[in-house]
């Protein structure tokens, strides 16, 4: 196993606890259950930014520039929409 391949594995290990602390969030039974969940969430989207931003900047989570005209191709669909 090579770095890159560790670091997605980290990346998507992350993503998923992400998401489990969304869910017990959205799912707190308490205001102080809801706090926790929701100040681990934060701690994990920061560290998750973390990865990938080392992940960007070796080349290995490379992010394409999105097109105008597909950017104002979504904006009419769903201007439309509303």
Same mark, same amino acid.
Request: hydrophobic share 35%; charged share 15%.
């Given at each position: 196993?090579? @770095?890159?391949? #560790?670091?997605?594995?980290?990346?998507?290990?992350?993503?998923?606890?992400? @998401?489990?602390?969304?869910?017990?969030?959205v799912e707190s039974a308490t205001p =102080?259950?809801?706090?926790?969940?929701?100040?681990?969430?934060? @701690?994990?989207?920061?560290?998750?930014?973390?990865?990938?931003?080392?992940?960007?900047s070796r080349g290995w989570y490379p992010?394409?520039?999105?097109?105008? =005209?597909? #950017?104002?191709?979504?904006? =009419?669909?769903?201007?439309?929409?509303?």
């Amino acid at each position: 196993m090579n @770095d890159k391949e #560790i670091m997605e594995g980290i990346l998507l290990t992350t993503k998923g606890v992400c @998401d489990l602390y969304l869910h017990g969030s959205v799912e707190s039974a308490t205001p =102080q259950v809801h706090e926790t969940f929701n100040t681990a969430l934060n @701690d994990a989207i920061c560290m998750q930014n973390g990865i990938y931003s080392a992940m960007q900047s070796r080349g290995w989570y490379p992010a394409d520039q999105a097109q105008p =005209q597909s #950017i104002q191709q979504v904006r =009419q669909k769903y201007s439309a929409q509303g």
